[in-house]
């Protein structure tokens, strides 16, 4: 292409660094394994693309692995289900991230 395409996708370097700040999600489902890692949750806007920064949700290396191959705590979830649990989590994650960036202004 003469001309690159322009990605509708929104980057927010600092919200995935806020992520890796915050505990795994999974936590309750099973031990974590590893370091935090910033988990693009949310639905994609195409093939091979990640989704939104700002649906990032914190897993450890373990249940983020675990979580993209159903296998783990999440062996026997649906489809439907695991939606559910992500959506759940990023409105969690945003909701922790925004008092966190509230917290930083006042301060």
């Not at 920064?53 to 705590?73: E, K, M, N, V, Y």
Request: aromatic content about 4%; some cysteine; proline content about 7%.
């Amino acid at each position: 292409r003469a001309t690159p395409r322009r990605s509708d996708v929104v980057r927010d370097p600092d919200y995935v660094s806020a992520v890796h700040s915050l505990p795994c999600c999974a936590a309750e489902l099973s031990p974590c394994g590893g370091p935090i890692e910033a988990d693009h949750a949310g639905r994609k806007s195409g093939m091979g693309r990640k989704a939104d920064d700002t649906t990032c949700i914190a897993l450890c290396r373990d249940h983020h692995s675990q979580r993209h191959r159903f296998a783990g705590p999440f062996r026997a979830w649906t489809a439907p289900r695991m939606r559910a649990w992500l959506n759940s989590h990023i409105a969690a994650t945003q909701a922790a991230i925004a008092a966190q960036r509230a917290a930083h202004r006042r301060a």
